[in-house]
């Protein structure tokens, strides 16, 4: 606290500060990328800035400065997404092996989700033995405690991974028609979309964002959205992509091995569910890519 004397003098000098009462505006329709692209040696984010009327990311606190063109990073990423169009004819073919592919997960994710629930009865039925035994007196309330907060724990993880394999066949053709409807003119949509859009629309790609590598003028993508990424190598062996554009001389990036839908979590279990799906029914999100097309 300070005395009412002091308070107004440093608000009058405020007054006479040169960006007082100018409004600091963080959202900038040509920096999409600013905080979602991190710089791949040092892992910091990128924030941007403009100098004689062009665009820049920059490092903010960097060891090594670096700094790039808004319009050379942003080429970069419609390049990565790009790896994701088709050429319309090829639509049906893809669709169909990707259903295919899905469905031996799915068949996996049942024999997992059998698997967990028997767990998570034994559990249960544990938990129910601890309690009657601290009920009839026959331990004490230490112990009790002690195995009823292991026991329970347990409990909440198998409930967790048993619902993020529980997935109804009936909507996966539906969940890969919407996200080839987004593959299909990814790029654009995201060109012509808003700020907040372009937003959306990357992370639900890129869940971790994206790494750049000025060295190498690269950008890397450390995990993609399962969908995209099982929608990828299809695109590819049909040998071009949408604008007839051969697909092996692509940016390089890092797809990540099918383990299940988004998001794609390394030796962990399989997400199947359909809230974990690229685009939920009919979430808001999906409504806002509908958006994108419609005006692309």
């Given at each position: ?23 600091k ?31 820049y ?39 169909a ?14 024999s ?10 034994e ?36 409930s ?44 639900l ?61 390394p030796?962990?279990?399989h ?26």
């Amino acid at each position: 606290m300070i005395d009412l004397k002091t308070f107004f003098k440093a608000n009058h000098m405020l007054g006479f500060a040169p960006g007082a009462g100018i409004p600091k505006q963080s959202r900038h329709n040509e920096l999409p990328l600013k905080s979602f692209v991190k710089d791949e040696l040092s892992g910091l984010p990128f924030t941007g800035y403009k100098t004689k009327g062009n665009w820049y990311y920059k490092l903010k606190e960097a060891d090594i400065p670096v700094n790039v063109s808004a319009n050379k990073l942003n080429e970069l990423f419609i390049s990565n997404l790009s790896q994701f169009e088709y050429q319309k004819k090829h639509k049906a073919t893809i669709k169909a092996k990707l259903i295919k592919a899905l469905k031996v997960k799915i068949s996996f994710a049942a024999s997992e989700s059998k698997s967990l629930r028997k767990k998570l009865t034994e559990k249960q039925n544990q938990l129910e033995r601890v309690e009657e035994k601290f009920v009839l007196g026959e331990i004490k309330e230490e112990l009790y405690e002690k195995f009823r907060k292991k026991y329970h724990d347990e409990i909440e993880v198998l409930s967790k991974e048993l619902n993020n394999c529980d997935f109804e066949s009936s909507n996966l053709e539906t969940a890969v028609e919407k996200c080839l409807l987004i593959a299909q003119n990814i790029s654009a949509a995201w060109l012509s979309a808003s700020y907040e859009d372009k937003q959306q629309l990357q992370k639900l790609v890129f869940p971790d964002g994206i790494l750049y590598n000025k060295k190498k003028g690269e950008v890397r993508t450390p995990r993609i959205n399962s969908m995209f990424a099982a929608i990828e190598p299809l695109v590819r062996v049909s040998g071009v992509n949408k604008n007839g554009d051969p697909c092996r001389n692509r940016q390089k990036y890092s797809p990540v091995p099918g383990t299940g839908f988004e998001p794609a979590r390394p030796f962990e279990h399989h997400h199947l569910k359909v809230a974990c799906l690229p685009i939920s029914t009919p979430g808001q999100l999906f409504q806002i890519l509908q958006k994108f097309f419609s005006n692309s």
